[in-house]
């Protein structure tokens, strides 16, 4: 599958961004959909995933109550939603498909999009 992230942008602390992932090939729906961030110095860090059927859901402490995670398997398409951003919320955010072990891990996913910057400022 291939993956490619949009909706980055700059945007002030308090404001919200919307990410889309969209992805290609036939077998979306049986991967399990992550987003990563990394910021300039630091390593990849997990973010947020979701399974296949939406009833599973998991979040970084530091997202939990401000990021929401959605897909759509019909439209080959996986959102974040992001609210209340902070200044260390910045970072290139990256989507990625797995098959659900590992999910907070990078080598839990096989596939990666090419990232989208968000910046957020103070």
């Known amino acids: 599958v291939q993956l490619q992230a949009s909706g980055g942008g700059l945007v002030q602390a308090g404001g919200s961004l919307r990410l889309s992932c969209a992805a290609s090939g036939r077998t979306f729906s049986s991967y399990f959909m992550g987003w990563f961030r990394q910021a300039p110095g630091k390593e990849r860090e997990f973010v947020t995933a979701?399974?296949?059927?939406?009833?599973?859901?998991h979040f970084a402490d530091s997202t939990k109550g401000r990021f929401t995670i959605s897909r759509d398997n019909a439209k080959n398409m996986m959102y974040l939603q992001m609210n209340s951003l902070k200044p260390e919320d910045t970072a290139v955010y990256y989507c990625?498909?797995?098959?659900?072990?590992?999910?907070?891990?990078?080598?839990?996913?096989?596939?990666w999009g090419q990232g989208t910057q968000v910046t957020v400022s103070s």
């Open positions: 990625a498909a797995g098959h659900g072990n590992y999910v907070s891990d990078t080598r839990g996913y096989d596939y």
């Open positions: 979701i399974n296949w059927s939406g009833t599973s859901i």
